[in-house]
């Protein structure tokens, strides 16, 4: 049966998790009350979610097996980096299982649609006439003008529907119309569509950037050291840092600050007073210097360490059905 929903967030964890067929970790970058919502449309093949966050933030994600999933900006918005390049008007991002970094400059407003490789592979046949190819849309794909603006009508349709009228959705013969439009509409942009490639160097970075973020996770609570991490990733200093600046839009170093902050302020959300303290979290995380640590999480937070750990705990919880007002950045 096909069904859509909308939630709303005031903290990025529960709004990562939320994300269907991809796991995504997202780290705001600067001072602000965070606010995410999203839009998901389920219908018997077709996925559909759109999102839009308010701050400025960058995240690594990958795509779990089972979906093949296409990306877009469904609105005019400042600049946004996939992967360390700049994403334009109009094209479509085939989004693969391999470590992926978007960086956002506020206001965020991202499309996604998939469908299962074989269902893939099937519409293909029926639509174009053709096996489809699913190594063609490793990369980005340029659409027609024509094809991806009736694309994006349908995806917002199909947004409005969700807010407005969910019940649409659960009329099947109705839903399906809308699914098998939406279909032949993907296929078209996907089959007729201008693939671009990615040149060598930009793939280097990017296996440097994904052997980086490897690292990482096998050393979540280590305090780390840029000669040691760069012996791990195999690459000199200025290598690595230039991969991080292009996929990141920081250093290598900063990154890993501002990775272990959100963890530390996660754990802090989490945590009774009562059985921790802000030290024993810090350190866990590696920061070992706490008054420094102070001041950086004050300076990204806006609060104290110690202020996030003595909220109740009603303060911090989410309420995924509670309309939030997104305010334009920018």
């Given at each position: 049966?096909?069904w859509?929903k ?9 709004y990562?998790?939320s994300?269907r067929?991809?796991d995504m ?11 995410g919502q999203?839009?998901?449309i ?5 996925w559909?979610?759109?999102f839009?966050e ?6 690594k994600?990958?795509?779990r097996?089972g ?8 609105q005019?918005q400042p ?16 989004e ?7 960086r956002?400059m ?5 499309g996604?649609i998939?469908?299962a ?5 099937r ?11 699913i190594?063609?849309t490793?990369?980005s794909?340029?659409p027609s003008?024509?094809l991806?603006?009736r694309?994006l009508?349908l ?5 409005r529907?969700a807010?407005?009228t969910?019940?649409?959705f659960?009329?099947?013969?109705v839903?399906r119309?809308f ?6 509409v993907?296929i078209?942009?996907?089959t007729e569509g201008?693939v ?5 160097g ?5 296996s ?7 690292f990482?996770?096998a ?6 050291y840029l000669?040691?991490?760069?012996a791990a990733?195999?690459?000199?200093e ?7 600046e ?8 900063r990154y890993l600050?501002?990775r272990?902050m ?13 059985t ?10 590696g920061?070992w210097?706490?008054?420094?640590f102070?001041v950086?999480y004050?300076t990204?937070f806006?609060e104290?360490?110690s ?6 705990p009603d ?9 939030l007002?997104l305010?334009r950045?920018?």
């Amino acid at each position: 049966m096909a069904w859509s929903k909308v939630l709303s967030f005031s903290d990025p964890f529960p709004y990562q998790t939320s994300v269907r067929a991809a796991d995504m970790k997202i780290f705001p970058t600067v001072k602000g009350e965070f606010r995410g919502q999203v839009t998901q449309i389920v219908m018997n093949e077709l996925w559909m979610q759109r999102f839009h966050e308010n701050l400025p933030r960058v995240h690594k994600g990958t795509v779990r097996p089972g979906r093949k999933i296409f990306s877009f900006l469904s609105q005019v918005q400042p600049e946004v980096y996939h992967c360390g390049r700049l994403l334009a008007q109009g094209e479509l991002i085939a989004e693969d299982y391999e470590v992926q970094h978007v960086r956002t400059m506020g206001d965020f407003h991202l499309g996604c649609i998939s469908l299962a490789p074989e269902e893939l592979v099937r519409a293909s046949k029926a639509i174009a006439g053709c096996e489809f190819d699913i190594e063609r849309t490793k990369r980005s794909i340029r659409p027609s003008p024509d094809l991806m603006r009736r694309l994006l009508e349908l995806h917002e349709t199909a947004e409005r529907l969700a807010k407005t009228t969910p019940e649409f959705f659960e009329l099947p013969e109705v839903a399906r119309a809308f699914e098998q439009q939406s279909i032949h509409v993907l296929i078209r942009c996907l089959t007729e569509g201008i693939v671009s490639t990615t040149n060598s160097g930009a793939l280097r970075k990017e296996s440097i950037v994904a052997r980086f973020e490897e690292f990482l996770e096998a050393n979540p609570n280590s305090p780390l050291y840029l000669t040691e991490v760069c012996a791990a990733v195999g690459v000199a200093e200025r290598t690595l840092r230039f991969a991080c600046e292009e996929h990141v839009g920081m250093g290598p170093i900063r990154y890993l600050n501002l990775r272990r902050m959100h963890l530390v302020r996660r754990a802090l959300v989490r945590a009774l007073p009562s059985t921790v303290t802000v030290t024993r979290i810090a350190t866990d995380y590696g920061f070992w210097e706490l008054g420094r640590f102070a001041v950086a999480y004050r300076t990204l937070f806006g609060e104290m360490p110690s202020e996030t750990l003595k909220r109740p705990p009603d303060d911090q919880r989410d309420f995924p059905n509670r309309p939030l007002l997104l305010q334009r950045s920018g």
